[in-house]
């Protein structure tokens, strides 16, 4: 964000005057040693406190690594609070030691919180954490979606020498060429990894430098400390394709490259999304906010590293009660007793949940990694020697086809495949899967559909290709037109829901059978528990609290008692994207039942 539509104090790393937002997290290494670090955040801290015309904070006591300091309260302005504390990380003598420091500011509507966290293991591990967030008074406070990047993030990273594993964390882009694309591959098949990558193309007959001046760097402007980013350069991206055949960027398109990555795996190519050129073309400020989508999402539900899991929760000063003379002393005495009983028995209530909020994020991994098992004849060796083995093997790409995920350029045909060469764009003459694996491992093309649902009932569709002739053909024929659907949507362009565009195609625009597209189930199947339960399919947090939403909408994917469907929710007036939850057998109803 620039400064001239935030505060000073927003400037610094904390949110806008409107409200609570998502809050923003790093969390990096540092090779530096843990006092070293702490140093060079207290100087970044104290010079941004200084040019904001605060008070500078005294030297900070010097830390025990066997007993805890005493939380301490500075009133460096008005209304502006630090809170400093550190000691020996929970898990008793040995098990390592913190330092914290935590900034409230004023907000027009509340106050902006900035809380930096080093923690150093037994391991001797450096780890550093820096949330901001803002927290608000009263209701009916319009607020912005997240909190911006703090300057003391971009600040920091280059003078810790952050890092990922074996990547470095920069606070801006990095152009790589073919001689680093090996380097690349190490760092994103390493199983350290904690944050994104996010590559970026640039378009042929495009000048690399003006391309990454005018479009990358200010699309990646809300990623410092989020991910690490890169940008291919010619060469570059011509290595890094052949040797990511599922998970391949080009046209001006960004990937963005989550942990855990198994880049043998052409399912797993699903699971990466991917920015088209022409999303980031028609508005690059919003194209920047659906870029940082997935990395403040993996920001908020990684689990922390252990050191930073073990850092006990601020135990902030509480004001004495003043004292008196005489006969008051007693009454003073036992109020402060009273203050300081409540004191603990609150630190205990917000330490239990803290813990409990970790045990989330561990047990919504395991599930995460659960649901993402590979059948056992899918390829799984993540190994890059693996990888490369079956680079040479294949020799150079040679067909190519046009698709989204690409955006304007083009993209390698899946080995199998045929294809001829079509003009960049025409979405309706790209080559369409004749299975649903391949179809299921290029739902990156469709930039604004999220697939939520359980691969396997797509998958399972394979089995019956006697009697499902055509099925997947005329599934890719659905998502093509929900995504042009969708794009037009987000414009406010579309003219009606998604049967009315079928009705009304555009001209130029790929054509789906209005017969097909049905607008919601039968009063008797939303009626019966069982049934609507079915259809009762994943969406993210962001759409339902609950993470289930019921999709009544579907398509209509060939004829017959048990023909597939497609179910989605239309969420393109809200999240911006289309939700489909379910491709597989015909759900229950009263015809199927």
Known sequence: MTSDRFPPSARAGLPGPRGPATPYRMTVTTALPHDDAVALADQRLAAWLKHEGCDEPP???????????????????????????????RGGPGSGYYDRRRLRTPAPHGTHQLTLTVATGAEGRTWVRLEAETHTTG????????????????????????ADGPAAVLPVPRVLTAAEVDGLIDELCDPERRLPTVVASVPVNHDLDAWVADVVRPLCRQLPGLATAYVLDPGARTEFNVALEYHTVYGGAVRTYLPEIDPASRQDGARHPVLARHRIEEDLRRAAGLLAR?????????????PLAAVPVLRAPVPGVRAGTGPDDAPSRAERAALAREERQDHAEQQARADELERVRHSLRRERRQGRRLPADEPSGGAVGVLRRGVQARGPVGRLCVGTGGASGRRPVLPGSAARPVAPGDRALAVVPDTFTELMARLGEFPLLTFTGDQKSALALDDLRCTGAGWARLTWDGLTALQQYAEAAVRGAAGGD??????????????????????GESRTVFSHTKWKRERMLPVPECVDTSRRAFMGAH???????????????????GSGRIYVGYIGLHLTNTRTN
Do not use: M, N
Request: some cysteine.
């Open 139 to 162: 209701s009916g406070v319009r607020t912005p979606c997240r909190v911006p990047v703090p300057e003391l993030a971009s600040g920091l990273l280059p003078l810790l020498d952050a």
């Open 498 to 519: 998604f049967k009315q565009w079928c009705e009304h195609t555009p001209a130029g625009c790929h054509r789906f059978p209005p017969r097909k597209a049905v607008r």
């Open 294 to 306: 997935e990395p403040r999402r993996l920001a908020a539900e990684q689990p922390l590293p252990p």
């Open 555 to 573: 398509l209509r994917i060939g004829g017959g008692r048990t023909a597939p469907r497609l179910h989605y929710l239309d969420d393109c007036s």
């Open 59 to 89: 030297p900070a006591p010097h830390r025990s690594d066997t007993a805890d300091v005493p939380a301490e309260r500075l009133r460096l302005g008005d209304r502006v609070l630090l809170d400093r504390d550190g000691g020996p990380l």
